[in-house]
């Protein structure tokens, strides 16, 4: 090729263009440019003995090679309620998978695997329901209907999940502003994915059916970390109740982000909120990339509705292929084909994510659409391309392509190759539109990629199996009286208690609000004291250590009564807390031995100053004040800890000296 | 007839509907005492209760609003929904075979009636078509409903119906016949049909299915894609029930209509064959046979039709301390005759000696089978079986309590006579009774047993 079209340069050029900024320098002014707007769906674990619609035990997991049993399943759409098919439903048709399921005994029964109809709900779940629903300010409903929302990648063995709504309209209030709730709702947790590879995806049935909830908020927040603070306060607010399950994957949210002209895209299964700023901003920006691409086609192609691909199939051993390459496709006896995307130049190469370019939307939809493992394809504007530059002249000579098209090559199953060839156009033609509607899979690197077509309202279908459940004023106003304190009245009192903001989101996080307020309401500690050593001693200390036990948090007023009533200096505690947490069960006296406590009086410890004056003076290498402090400290504090303050201590010997130094001036 | 604007709403709801001049299908606001909410109104399955009026919000889900709550309620757009089932033309293919789906009332697509709340069938081939497209490679297919009714009301004169319904279609020349059924009776009308039509030319199979076609993971699709391939392709020319084999979508059984039944409340491998083993597996590349013997598919478009059935006959399930007026208000009440659900090897208690002989002796047909399900009546091993048989109970062999059933309601329906009753009741009509219990006719593995567990861990059933 003459003037050669140069891929990495197009990347960085496109970059600049659509004027991406990193997260770290990204001001509100680049996401007022942009219209970032986001929303977001919180999906909390509830704690209850028994699954949702059945008896099964709630949360007791297996690992992905214990079952005893295997079932398998195909999904096929069916219409919803108002007479439509989804159109995520029909992707996943499209898909031909073959689902199995690997079950356990103990954790699933005949209801889980769709054999028996459900039972009734679990009415614990639903009062938790309810609490939180009062706790988010959400108008109840009347009586609760339990729908069946279409899920066809089989996550859930009947294809569907039943839910149901319990509250609407309802709000949380963040330190600067108020964020609107469209709805919560109750729902069957889904099957954990143990593999998906080519046609067949297993999973497993142990979370299935554990009751859920699911928070949803309006589009309200306007920059990234707006949407992490968002996330972090209604995490607070489910776990203040106490009744909900903590770590891995007991919380997990998807995240809707659009741009100004884009779509809503939605991220799926976020575990950790600490991920949602990098997503959200990255999302934004790739939605600004891809309404660059629109235009930039539009003003090349002039009637998109006629635009098609061309495409053919190749010979493989005619290219010089990767050794690699050339044999998995013997082996595996794949087709090998070529298309040509016509005005494509420099569409492929197109700045999408960090890191990532337009070629990476295509062929993410062809592991998932059409089934065929990565890497699957090969186009003109790779980095490091696998067909040699001679390999791509012969393409263009076969597909009578012009200069101004970009060309690919992919490769699969000879049954996967029809499917491949319409999503391949089908997402081209999406190009000329904008951004499409899908759910979006979460890297932690902050990327992420295509995991389905975003499913509609059309796959709402009402549960003929479960009556429905009215909820009288008197049942609401009797879960009223026990709802706890809500957040942010929470995060206001630690301002007015002058508790550094740094230390609320363990306290908030962890439910340990009502403890603190027990300390310093109920035992008269110092708030200040209370929280940090709350907010940042105990944060600290449950990074470090590992309890033996199940450490309760209350235990840390306990050990304050105690601290009290033997009257000892209440600077011991830092020295007793890692201690208790790891060795909950510990006696009182054991935890003083274990840190070497000896009653010993104030006067004591005081008289060995002058002693240990003397000796440090044969130690001393310099004159430097400071490390005679020091010294002196490091020899007395186990002595001295929990019989005085340390600080006093600190005092007397620095004043001792001070005297001492006026005594004998030099 | 005018349109029906408050769809199942009654009492109190009806009230409040009227009173803001709400119709069902309506966009509306509601302000109540717990908020507002806004959505389209629904309408409301007749045995719900009328303190609730339901609407879809904008996010698809639905909910219930209690209207002692609603303080003001607004309309602000109708748009009324269209369900209807993708409806196309179901294509001819050159060189398939014909079949037709008879249809009885059972879900093999179906769509939601608000009436009930429950779901109904979808029945036109076009229907079908749009929701099991993979039909037209199988077979050309038409349809005709004969009735509709659900699988629980199914008796005697649906029987009837049926079969002279198949006989008419066979002496058309049709290739294969299916039936579609609920499944809670399927089994009787396997039987009754297996009497009611004897010697057929091509397949008739009766399919269900134990998931409503409604959800996508139901088993309606697949076990429809067997029903019609077996009718229109298979040799066996015998009534058959089609259903799934495994709970697992991988291969449907074909059980004779005279050895099934119904084993489980709502499993999909709902139906087994008892004492004997299925015809043969069918997948939908083909068919791969268990039994070596069964009926051959013929040209010729003949079949004996024998649409008979008397309908005074019972099924007593034998329990202890039964009293000898159950069977006394059988005979008093003129029922002719009645199948024993017999205990272990086919017994009743002494008490119930005398109202058996005198219901004998009234001409009533009395016939023993067991309870067990599996194995034989066996009157002479005990000195209890004797008397039974001494007072004129006839031991019904292997056949099973239902069959029994149908078949006696079938014999009686053509003769009164006892001895040729009996003759009818014991020549055996496709394997009904069997000369002899195969080992692996009897296999009810018992879990927790390592290597029954190490089997079903390695075999997805």
Known sequence: MKNKFNPRQNYRQTLEDIGYVTLKEATQADYDRIGFMSGLEVHQQLKTREKLFCRCPSARYQKDDEFDAEIIRHMRPTLSELGEYDGTALMEFKTRKEIIYRIKNETTCTYEVDDTPPFPLNREALEIAIEISLLKKLNIVGEVHITRKQYLDGSIPTGFQRTAIIGVEGEIELPHKKIRLIQLSIEEDSCREISDVGHTRVYKTDRLGMPLIETVTYPDMVNPQEVAQTCHFIRFLNRSTGKVFTGMGAARQDVNVSCRGGTRVEIKGVSKIRYIPALTHNEAFRQWALLHIRESLLKKVKKPQEWKIISRQLEPDYFELKPRMAKTMKENDWHFYAVALPKFQGVLSHFTQPGKVFADELSDRLKVIACIEKPNMDHSESFKPLLNEEGWVQVKKLLQARADDALLVFWGPEEDISTALETIEERCRMAFEGVPNETRKAFADGTTIFERVLPGADRMYPDTDSAPIPLEDDYIESLKDRIPPVSIDAWKQMQKWKIPEDAYEYILKKNLFPLLEHMVKEMNEDPVFAGTLLGHRLKHVEGQVKPSAEFDYWQVADLISMIRNRKLDMAIIHHLLPLVYQYPKMDFDSLLTSVRYKPVSKEKIIADIPFLKKKFCTLRKNGDAKAEVRWLMGQLRVKALGNMSLKELRDIIINNKAKKTKAKPQ | ?461
């Open chain 2, 1 to 461: 007839m005018a349109e029906d604007y408050f769809q199942g709403y009654k009492g109190r709801a009806l009230e409040v509907l009227k009173k803001y001049n709400v119709r069902v299908w309506g966009k509306c606001s509601i302000e109540t005492s717990r908020g507002k909410f806004t959505g389209t109104i629904l309408p409301r399955a007749e045995n719900d209760d009328d303190k609730h009026i339901v609407i879809k919000i904008d996010t698809g889900y639905n909910v219930g609003i209690d209207v002692e709550t609603i303080l003001q309620m607004k309309e602000t757009g109708y748009k009324k929904a269209n369900y209807k089932i993708p409806e196309k033309e179901f294509p001819y293919t050159e060189g398939l075979p014909r079949v037709k789906l008879i249809g009885t009332g059972g879900t093999i697509a179906s769509r939601l009636d608000y009436r009930t709340g429950a779901v109904i069938p979808a029945f036109s081939p076009g229907e079908l078509y749009g929701a099991v497209p993979e039909l037209a490679d199988v077979c050309n297919l038409t349809t005709e409903k004969v009735f509709a009714v659900f699988s629980e009301n199914m008796g005697p004169d649906q029987y009837k119906k049926l079969a002279v319904a198949i006989g008419k279609e066979i002496e058309n020349g049709i290739q294969g016949i299916v039936i579609g059924h609920g499944t809670d009776t399927l089994h009787h009308t396997a039987a009754a049909l297996t009497y009611m039509i004897q010697d057929p030319p091509v397949p008739i199979v009766l399919v269900g299915s134990q998931r409503s076609s409604d959800r996508p993971s139901s088993d309606a699709a697949l076990n429809l894609i067997h029903a019609c391939y077996t009718a229109g392709h298979s040799d066996i020319a015998e009534v058959m029930v089609c259903m799934f084999g495994p709970t697992s979508d991988e291969y449907g059984l074909l059980h004779r209509g005279t050895r099934v039944r119904k084993m489980h409340s709502s499993y999909r491998s709902t139906f087994r064959t008892l004492g004997d083993t299925p015809l043969a597996r069918v997948t939908r590349n083909g068919i791969i046979p268990i039994k070596k013997e069964y009926n051959h598919r013929r040209k010729d478009n003949k079949a004996t039709i024998l649409p008979y059935f008397e309908e005074k006959v019972s099924i007593v399930y034998y329990y202890p301390n039964m009293q000898p007026d159950i069977i006394d208000s059988l005979v008093d009440n003129g029922y002719k005759g009645i199948v024993i659900a017999g205990t272990g090897l086919g017994h009743v208690n002494i008490p119930l000696y005398p109202a058996l002989r005198r219901a004998c002796e009234k001409g009533v047909a009395v016939y023993m089978t067991v309870q067990t399900l599996w194995g034989y009546v066996h009157m002479f091993v005990y000195e209890t079986g004797r008397e039974l048989m001494a007072l004129g109970v006839v031991p019904a062999e292997n056949m099973l309590p239902e069959v029994a059933y149908i078949k006696l309601g079938w014999a009686l329906g053509q003769t009164n006579d006892p001895e040729e009753v009996k003759r009818l009741m014991l020549t055996p009509v496709k394997d009904d009774i069997t000369r002899r219990e195969p080992y692996n006719g009897y296999l009810v593995y018992q879990g927790g047993l390592p290597e029954v567990e190490e089997f079903v861990r390695k075999f997805r059933k």
